[in-house]
Nanobody
Framework: QVQLVESGGGLVQAGGSLRVSCTASRLTFSSYTMAWFRQAPGKEREFVAALSRRGGPIDYGDSVKGRFTISRDNAKSTMYLQMNSLKPEDTAMYYC????????????????WGQGTQVTVSS
């Protein structure tokens, strides 16, 4: 069973930075498209960023372009999301997702999900 575990969330002030990680196990990590989504209370799950198998192409949601950077280290089976210039509206549970075949911005395209890590940005 594929396992994805997010870490690195926390409380940060507006304008600050945070890096969250997603460590995968029980899969050939380099073969999977990886992505980040987020979900705030009462809202739908929102696409944040996606990264294809070998590190490109990369895609970002409009609300995070220019502020967030997605990356992966296939040797460590880990994906990262560097978040800069954080805003209160970035507050959400952040989820990593993986899929062997798909690449895209819809949650339905991803077969595997982590449990999430909470990011809270105070004003």
């Amino acid at each position: 069973q594929v396992q994805l575990v997010e870490s690195g969330g926390g409380l940060v002030q507006a304008g600050g930075s945070l890096r969250v990680s997603c460590t995968a196990s029980r899969l050939t990590f380099s073969s999977y498209t990886m992505a980040w989504f987020r979900q705030a209370p009462g809202k739908e799950r929102e696409f944040v960023a996606a990264l294809s198998r070998r590190g490109g192409p990369i895609d970002y949601g409009d609300s995070v372009k220019g502020r967030f950077t997605i990356s992966r280290d296939n040797a460590k089976s880990t994906m990262y999301l560097q978040m800069n210039s954080l805003k209160p509206e970035d507050t959400a549970m952040y989820y990593c997702a993986a899929d062997l075949r798909s690449y895209g911005s819809s949650p339905a395209q991803y077969a595997y999900w982590g449990q999430g890590t909470q990011v809270t940005v105070s004003s």
